[in-house]
């Protein structure tokens, strides 16, 4: 999972400012009534992640949290699990910020039950797909998700990133999801959700979905526990094929 940051479906889908986006959107899974939860950034990344918002209504650091997460629970069950964060300066770390890093686009940062080994830097990413974890989530860089760059910044990093991994993922079982964390503060906070890879079934979804959703539908894959929110939350499965 990409997560990108601060911007409303309209702003994305069909922009020519995102060719790269609108190619996964056209040829995957687009949801046309994807919602994020909250406002500002942190409480979206800690419900997709966890299944709650734990009361965070801004953007605080540092976040310390012990309970259990999509992290813990794969691990649990025997899986893996990794964040990959661009620009955070090395594997483990738990500062607040540094240079194009933000720990608050970082869920599994502020879990204490995690090891520093799962937080990792984007250079850290495999080059072997292969080898990827089970699941995994991605953070750009402030500069590279939107937040303080261009859309087409951010789309031309994907593209570079991540279109081979889309081709791979296609013929491996494997799936890309990218999703933002917010919108712009218009209302609704409708956001874009995409799902590209195996087994997909392109098209436009209509379902209201929010983070919860994503979330519980990663979950009902790898046979979790629901967390949080995500209890009542129907996990995804139309697109699917």
Known sequence: MVIEENHSYPQIIGSSSAPYINS????????????????????????????????IAGDPCPVTESGASLASELIAAGHTYASYSESMPSQGYTGCSSGE?????????????LPPALNKTF?????????????CFVDPSLLDDMHDGTISQADTWLKTHFSSYV????????????????????????????FAGAHIKSGHYGENISHYNVLRTLEQAYGLKALGAGATAAPITDVFG
């Open 24 to 55: 996964l959107a056209s040829r995957g899974a687009l949801f046309t009534n994807s919602h994020a939860v909250g406002h500002p950034s942190e409480p979206n990344y800690m419900a997709l992640f966890a299944g709650s918002t734990f009361g």
């Open 101 to 113: 890093y933000a720990r608050k686009h970082n869920p599994a940062a502020n879990f204490t039950s």
């Open 123 to 135: 250079a850290q990413f495999p080059a072997d797909y292969a080898s990827l974890p089970t699941v």
């Open 167 to 194: 081709t791979w993922a296609a013929a491996n079982n494997s799936l890309l999801i990218v999703t933002w964390d917010e919108n712009d503060g218009s209302a609704g906070n409708q956001i874009a959700t995409i």
